[in-house]
């Protein structure tokens, strides 16, 4: 069995909008960029929290492909893999799902889900 992969469609804030002070390492020599994704509205710039408690699921993913330069502001289309499949269930990951990208409690991009594979790359 593959691990499953997903495409989509991601945008980075600005270091101004609470973003990253550097792109993401996504291609830089071979390391692996493995932040999380919460399902849900992606113009939200806040964890939920109840006390110090994140109250939202966050799901393991890990950057497959994307461009070697990214842009803040600028939406670029990169592969994700599904890091804790089968253990945990991303389902909330279908065609069409928008998420925000979180590094611990900080969001740091957002983005749509473009299509799903189960069985390996797509």
């Excluded at 997903?6 to 390391?31: C, V």
């Excluded at 966050?58 to 461009?67: A, K, N, Q, R, T």
């Excluded at 065609?95 to 594979?117: D, L, N, Q």
């Amino acid at each position: 069995m593959s691990q499953p992969y997903f495409k989509a469609e991601i945008t980075f804030l600005a270091s101004s909008e609470g973003g990253r002070d550097a792109p993401p390492p996504i291609r830089l020599h071979g390391a692996k960029y493995r932040p999380h994704l919460v399902v849900g509205d992606p113009n939200q710039r806040k964890a939920i929290t109840f006390g110090n408690v994140i109250q939202e699921e966050y799901l393991g993913v890990e950057f497959v492909s994307g461009p070697e330069n990214i842009v803040p502001g600028e939406s670029f289309l990169a592969e994700l893999a599904l890091l804790y499949w089968p253990d945990v269930t991303y389902e909330a990951l279908a065609s069409g799902a928008t998420f925000t990208v979180r590094e611990g409690p900080h969001i740091v991009g957002y983005g749509t889900v473009k299509s799903v594979s189960m069985n390996g790359a797509t």
